[in-house]
């Protein structure tokens, strides 16, 4: 039994990226010839994405992570003694 339920584990596992694949973006100009005159760019020309507020979030989030995990460990440490 425990054979089966991994062998069904690995076969799911291995048939996910085939089953939840995504779809192929749309043309960026409609499906028109970009010689014609009408050329846009992917993205509306703006290069790269703003990363810079979602930075400073997950810095916030992981020094508040690592302050709880020094907390907790520091409270551990002083009840044990």
Not at 35 to 44: A, F, I, K, L, N
Not at 48 to 77: F, R, T
């Amino acid at each position: 039994m425990k054979k089966l339920i991994i062998t069904s584990a690995i076969a799911i596992a291995l048939s996910l990226p085939f089953v939840l694949s995504a779809q192929e973006p749309p043309h960026p100009n409609g499906g028109e010839d970009p010689s014609t005159g009408g050329h846009t760019t992917v993205g509306g020309g703006t290069p790269g994405a703003p990363v810079g507020s979602g930075l400073v979030i997950l810095s916030i989030l992981a020094a508040a992570y690592g302050g709880k995990k020094v907390y907790q460990l520091h409270k551990d440490e002083k009840n044990n003694s």
